[in-house]
């Protein structure tokens, strides 16, 4: 005789616990934009440091954020995103692992920022033309997209004096042809694919007049540079890196791994004003950059660990993860139906790794609610593990 299982999309109750749903993860990878943020206050302050530095004075700053394998590395670059990405005044992106060179960091980059918002950006700057060299007085991006496609606008009379103002303020003029490529319906996707580093044709090239090829890391570093030049024109007050999984550079041959370094390096050097970059790294990895490659590493000078949760972080983190699903407020503990004695328990299995932490949460949650148990105790949480 066979087992037989069953499929269905019946809810799970967990009404017992005071919870609308089970509030933690399944699978413990960090969201897009983390609502919560469990933070060790070290690491928020060194981060918040940083970020405010390069916000008030406008001067480059960098910091990596050590921590092993699941200890919140990818959860802070994206809280920190999440945070910056509210403002007005800056750009940001996020690059989730270096690839295979800074070429890999740079297209990561621009794929993050996106075509809609670089195509933005070149009617942003298109608007500051028209304000200078005609009557008419664009104050947006929409508004001189809307003035372009209404005739009240030739390109004709505003695109040579725009790429020959580009050029002077990124000192890379074909980078400025695509730029301004992009609002032209059609090339703006091949100005799109060169601007990534995708490549495109000789022929697709030459109908923008654009002679170069961005194949390389020298190329990277110079259209980076160039973007940055732009946005500070424009007024934004600068670029936030978010690069994370940096320890994959480790897997690199010896030469592309100095290559990658010697590239975010040139870049750093290049801009010393405008450029924050945040690096996620698993901490032996760093030691040895820090040891092999000073140039680089004494171009940063800035680090902070994550540490294993406490158990404070922890009571703080699971109260949090629970408050969201809440159904009635102040009704009793704020880690129940969790006892103090069984996240003692988890904490010690999970050794503080939070990405441990939220699985077992999840799970204890729902094989609790499954039994029918009033409360997680330290011998089911035994049982469980």
Known sequence: MTDTFSITDEHQDYSQYDLEANPFPYSPVP????????????????????????????????LVITGKYGNGKSHTLKYTRSLLRDRDDVIVGYVAQPGEGFLDIYHEFIYDFGFNR????????LAEISRDVTDANPVSASAMESLIDEGDILLSKIVPEAIRRLSDVTKFADFARAIIHMVYEDTNLYAWQW???EGIRYEQRKEMEIHSALDDDTMGVRAFTALKNLLLELGYTGVFVFVDEFESIARLSPTNEQATLNSIRHLMDQNS???CMLFGCAPEVWQDVMSEYHAF????????????????NLYELVADYLERERTTAGSGSSVYP?????????LQRSQGNVRQVLSVC???????ASDGMP??????TQEIF
């Open 297 to 312: 590493s004494e171009r940063i000078g800035q680090e902070v660990a994550l540490r294993p949760l406490t158990a404070e």
């Open 338 to 346: 969790f006892t103090e004695e069984s996240l003692e328990l988890i």
């Open 273 to 275: 004003s405008g450029l």
């Open 31 to 62: 969201a897009e934009e983390p609502e919560i943020y469990c933070g060790q206050p070290h690491v928020t302050k060194k981060i918040s440091s940083t970020v405010s530095s390069m916000l008030s004075t406008g001067k480059s700053k960098h």
């Open 118 to 125: 670089l195509q933005e950006l070149a009617y942003e700057y």
């Open 195 to 197: 601007l990534t580093a």
């Open 362 to 368: 999840s799970r204890m949650l729902d094989e609790a």
């Open 375 to 380: 409360e997680i105790t330290p011998e089911f």
